[in-house]
Nanobody, 116 residues
Framework: QVQLVESGGGLVQAGGSLRLSCVAS????????MNWYRQAPGKERELVAS???????AYVNAVKGRFTISRDNAKNTLYLQMNNLTPEDTAVYYC??????????WGQGTQVTVSS
């Protein structure tokens, strides 16, 4: 069973930066896609950034130019570099890996809080 463990969240002031990590229990090169989602209080979970194993990346408009998704296959790790954070980025951030239709694993989430 694939396990994903996120880390790197915390409390940061507006304009600051954080880097989230998601470590997988097995090689991430087998995953068709790895994604970062977030869920703010009272809101639905939303897709923030995606990375496919053929090198494609995609971002929700709200984070374009500020967030960068990347992979380190040697470390089985997915990253999300978040710059110029705003209070609207406050949420629990989740990592998701997909490797077959309707087959995916989720991490437990890491809290990001941005103060104004």
């Amino acid at each position: 069973q694939v396990q994903l463990v996120e880390s790197g969240g915390g409390l940061v002031q507006a304009g600051g930066s954080l880097r989230l990590s998601c470590v997988a229990s097995e090689s991430i090169s087998r995953f068709n896609a790895m994604n970062w989602y977030r869920q703010a209080p009272g809101k639905e979970r939303e897709l923030v950034a995606s990375s496919t194993n053929d090198g494609r990346e995609a971002y929700v408009n709200a984070v374009k130019g500020r967030f960068t998704i990347s992979r380190d296959n040697a470390k089985n790790t997915l990253y999300l570099q978040m710059n110029n954070l705003t209070p609207e980025d406050t949420a629990v951030y989740y990592c998701k890996a997909s490797w077959a239709p309707e087959t995916a694993a989720w991490g437990q989430g890491t809290q990001v809080t941005v103060s104004s």
